[in-house]
């Protein structure tokens, strides 16, 4: 690669700028290397030091020995979505270091190994070489061990150059390991001193990032959305859940029993309030959640793309025999081997359809940890109340990923359990007929097996029932059922959560987005109204079915950008199926699907180009 | 010799509840289908046995076989799945509700192949459960296609001759952890109704692969899953009494010609030895009887093997005496003190 290719921005190096609490750091390391405890420890320290931060794993499916980079961004205005540009690169992995410092911004920082020898590559850039191996040696003089200890040596290092207080990261750090490593810790945190003390000797700062303290982190938490979820299902009351492990969605039932554990055995007993399965495979573990549904359990399941092609029969029979049992999507790439560990919102469709036959699934989509809490606990009431599979799309940014969030607030209302007779009930009224809609919101009543009462009883089966559960094919009777659930459908528009809506006085154009989407659209509004003077409305969908106002919002601008992160326009393609053509005609779309979470440089650029700004 | 089969002839069972609350809705399967005496036996022996039939949840997949819950225990709940995922609904349905007493009716096409990978996880799990196979090795409801129970070398009436071997589900069952395994002949009212009895008393999975002739599709010369071919080859192993524990009935037996086996909650099954002295305890016993008889075009029916006091999936998973289902809320919604300890450690 020749220099001279990027050299034309040299003049941003030495111009003393100082750029304050806004800038990434892209530490490259191969996975299995022990990378994630100083990465972490990192995030953590600058998260201490009050400062809004993010941290963003990109890694391979793999288990040792492959490229993986781990993104932190500290942002004064508390943007946590990625950031296109790299401003500091730690470049530790030699078989993509080259590409790792070709790709950062000009005026960038590259922190490397010093046999990688990567300052010949590029003179626009501020380049600090690390002997780590030299460095390690008398730190740790146990030689297996050093391959993980070397990475403590850039936290101190990053420390020095970026001025994050040593005290922070030593309280990081030890958090990190907890007492029962304080042997480790200690190891560790003389290595992170060690990289500090050389940076303060040998490398003088010439590289404009910097961080300063702040107060913008009181209070706050850092968690990953899966175990938000976990945490979620676990004051909702689950009951029953049955899974199969699949990337990205493993972490959160394994969180998930950890809570259970602590927090669900009966001290009187010492028994367990809950049942964890692990099933042969997805078809069983939707087949689990939707029997003890059936029987009364707050069942459910986590799983990915690959596992909701395998529910698809069984999420068919859940809608028709009216299930409950709530089903978490952490969406990601594709299917078979390819980019099962990066992340997309490509299962929007096929869920919200997901089966054969008229299907349509609720779909709740969280953008954050407090939603994934917040949400997970709806989506059982929900799957309760309207006696339906309920889906929570996540993704793999939201769910594996480190995301500072406010505390989560203990559920104010109790737990919803639908509309389930006793035998109490029976006797007082005689009998029931399942499918009836006697209360005019197209939801029927029904009783768990085992109620003590000769009237109990009725026959769950697929498509052909009618009111009183009685087998028949007569076109009537399904017409009438299939009315029945699209109106009960209708119903639970009102009671998903409903978007956020934001409207500008002065915009023509709105924007409209689900789900982790929301950072780099939030981010890509501001942009567009300081560097072009665009303003912009904002819908955020929670939930879907829509409610009326995604109409109204459509309806009140000129243009409306949907955010998607696939290729195909999903979320634009759910709502062509519900709007009429005038509205349709306003839509424009704005994709991003190259398995990194979308940043917002790219929805600015692709509107300003579609704008003709 | 009978001390156990039948009961006094009274008009109600030991509940007080008539034969007419365990019965279910019309067949609407072939007149002489096999699947129908299966019915029948099922209601006798909830009747006989004096289950409240609302305790009972019954499950099954897709295929004839499947039909016939509706044809058994109106009273009681029932769940007709998707095809060959029967296992996993009972399995969540019991999770959800220990109390419940779940019966599977499946079939060979159901179980030995869209349904094998559940039938086999199904084993290793030891769900308190009787699994009843209806298997007559060809496929009724799509009009008669050879099923994965087909013996080799059997004849479909059009003149195929299946040419794969077949699955043997009480093998299957036996290797892989079934607690109680047996094989009977819908034709054989007497062993059918001991021995499904003997599975309602059984703490843990009864897999029971009853032989039931399709009259319609496979029941011709050159069948052998034909009621023919079953009176011909049928080899009891010995013959099955189930005594239930609220008889106490006690009778001198000579000694050498029966085995008792008791069971957890106090009921009693006893073997009457044939032309073999067979013990149903040992797994490699059954093991071998089994290919032995299959060498020898026998069809081996009666209990094949049984162990009690294995522990089941609620114990393996602890689980509360109470149902899951109907846990109040303070049991199951932990408290604000404990999302504050949470959030502490997340800061």
Redesign the interface.
Known sequence: MSITEVSTAESRLGSGRRITNDFSIQVATVNGSGSQTANTVLMRAIFQMGIPVSGKNMFPSNIAGLPTWFTIRASKDGYIGRKKELDFRVAMNPETAREDVMKLESGAAALYDEPLKLDGLRSDLHFYPVPFDKLVVPVCPEARLRKLVRNMIYDGVVAQLLGIEMEEVRKALFKQFGARKAKAAELNWNAARTGFEFAAQNLPKKDPFRVERMNATA?????DGNAATA?GC???????V?WYPITPSSSLVEALIG?LKR??I?PE?????????Q???E?????????????????MTATSGPGISLMS??AG?GYYAELPGVIVDVQRVGPSTGLPTRTMQGDLLSTALLSHGDTKHPMLMPSSPRECFSMSQDAFDLAERFQTPVFILSDLDLGMNNWMSD??V??AE??QRGKVLTAQDLERLGGFARYKDVDGDGVGYR????????A???????SGHNEKAG?TEREDDYMNNMDRLAHKLDTLRSYVPAPRVEYREAAQIGVICAGTSRYATEESRDQLRSEYGVETSYMRLKAYPFNHQLSEFIRRHDRVYVIDQNRDAQLLALMRLELDSEEIARLRSVRYYGGLPIDARTITDEIVRQEEL | MSTTATLPPKKVNRIGLEVQ?YKGGKTTLCAGCGHNAISERIVEAFYEMGI????V?K?SGIGCSSKS??YFL?????????HG?M???????????R??LGIGVTGDGDTASIGM??F??LLR?NLPFIYIIEDNGVYGLTKGQFSATADLGSKLKTGVVNDLPPFDCCALALRWGATFVARSFSGDKKQLSAILKAAIAHRGLSVIDVISPCVTFNDHEGSTKSYAFMKEHDEPLHEVDFVPSFLDISVEIPEGELREVAMHDGSRIRLRKLARDYDPTSQINAIQALHEAAQKEEVLTGILYIATGQPT?MDM?????Q?????P?S????S?K??EE??EE??
């Open positions: 209070g706050k938490i850092i968690i945490l676990l004051f909702a009351g689950v009951t029953v049955a809570y927090y669900r009966d007993t010492g028994k367990a309030t809950f049942a964890v399965v099933a042969e495979d078809l069983a573990s939707i087949g689990m959640v939707l029997g003890a549904g059936w029987a009364g359990a707050r069942s029969e069984f029979l505390p989560f203990y559920p109790p737990i009783t768990l097996p085992a109620t003590p009462h000769p109990a009883a009725y026959f769950t089966r697929g087998y | 609350a409240e039939p609302w305790k949840a499950f819950p509706a109106n009273q009681a709940h029932g769940f007709n799945g998707v995922r296992p996993s609904v009972a399995t969540g349905a019991i999770l959800a509700n109390h419940i990978g559940q086999m996880h799990r999936l998973l602890n689980m509360d005496d149902p899951l289902a109907t846990l809320e049991k199951v919604r932990p604000p404990a999302l949470i959030m997340l800061r």
